[in-house]
């Protein structure tokens, strides 16, 4: 394990991981530029840490699952500071859209846990849904600090927020099926 963590991919995960106290930081600073500068540092490391794994044929099984946990526990701090008026202006995400994504996640964690326990399962494969869902999500943050470093409001937010709201509740319906699949096997 400790030769899977020293990987170049692996570690651009835990750099990723490291930016979330910082980002968390910038935030509750009021400093939406340096905010959104750490956000998008931390994308580019989720997105050169899967490069890396690839070109360099380093994927592992860590990685497997500290590359989706960097993600989850980005985009949660990122949801909670946004969707917090005193923190984030002029705009802040409405609280259903922070309760639905992660909500959605929670459940997803528990079902997957709950999954290996009793049936075993050891891999958990993202959808199509489920990545529309992230490039949802990850764009709302995105236009979220933007608007919010220029001290703007845009209609297009609310347009965003719905758009990111559909996809992460279909996704996670999506989810539920396939876990009840897994649970009731279809017998041919």
């Known amino acids: 394990m400790t030769r899977e963590l020293r990987t170049l991919p692996n570690l651009l995960t835990l750099s990723r991981i490291l930016l979330?106290?910082?980002?968390?930081?910038?935030?509750?600073?009021?400093?939406?530029?340096?905010?959104?500068?750490?956000?998008?540092?931390?994308?580019?490391?989720?997105?050169?840490?899967?490069?890396a794994a690839r070109l360099w044929h380093q994927k592992s099984r860590l990685g497997l699952w500290l590359d989706p946990a960097a993600d989850k526990i980005l985009l949660t701090t990122a949801f909670v500071l946004l969707g917090l008026p005193a923190v984030s202006k002029p705009n802040a995400i409405p609280f259903r859209v922070?309760?639905?994504?992660?909500?959605?996640?929670v459940l997803i964690a528990v079902a997957a846990l709950l999954l290996m326990r009793l049936k075993g399962q050891k891999a958990f494969y993202p959808t199509l849904l489920g990545k529309v869902s992230t490039v949802c999500q990850v764009l709302t943050v995105l236009v979220v600090l933007i608007f919010n470093t220029m001290g703007k409001t845009s209609s297009i937010l609310s347009w965003l927020y719905d758009a990111t709201l559909a996809a992460t509740v279909l996704s996670g319906v999506q989810y539920a099926c396939k876990a009840f699949r897994i649970v009731v096997p279809h017998e041919k």
Do not use: C, N, S
């Open 98 to 105: 922070v309760f639905i994504v992660i909500g959605r996640d």
């Open 20 to 51: 979330v106290p910082v980002f968390l930081w910038m935030m509750l600073k009021q400093k939406p530029v340096e905010a959104f500068m750490v956000f998008l540092l931390a994308g580019l490391t989720d997105v050169l840490d899967g490069l």
